[in-house]
């Protein structure tokens, strides 16, 4: 997985520390780290998509993270998000966790495929409105 341009990135959703994000060392734990990312994806969705969750769910079918550095209680970790590939019923999006104060400071890196899915839990196609809205946005930042 490699690290891309953070200029690259549109969108970007700030994330609050919470106090049991922390271990005793005060490090947020790893696994947190995945919390982030499902906080941030579902406000990507929902911001340039307008993804209406219900009655259209999405799944993660996959998820590789890169941990790169501990974020630690003093810092403010924003999580940027691209959308690299859009189908018939998934999404590639693009994840890179930093330090707002200083952004060239990276926490993280990840990928996940996400796929819409029907109430029975099957592939759903992703409508033409939100992927028109996704592109757009896309190229707007391109």
């Known amino acids: 997985m490699e690290i891309q341009s953070l200029s690259s990135f549109q969108y970007h959703k700030d994330i609050e520390l919470r106090w049991a994000d922390l271990d005793m060392q005060f490090h947020v734990n790893n696994a947190v780290y995945v919390t982030y990312i499902e906080h941030a994806r579902v406000y990507y969705l929902k911001d340039v998509a307008q993804w209406q969750f219900e009655p259209n769910p999405v799944v993660v079918a996959e998820l590789n993270i890169k941990y ?33 104060t200083n952004p060239e400071l990276i926490f993280a890196v990840a990928t996940t495929p996400i796929v819409a899915v029907d109430q029975d839990g099957r592939p759903a196609p992703i409508s033409s409105e ?12 391109a």
């Open 130 to 141: 939100v992927k028109f809205k996704v592109k757009a946005f896309e190229r707007a930042s």
């Open 68 to 100: 790169l550095r501990p974020i630690t209680k003093d810092h403010l970790p924003v999580v940027a998000i691209k959308c690299t590939k859009i189908g018939n019923s998934s999404m590639i999006l693009d994840y890179m966790m930093y330090e707002k």
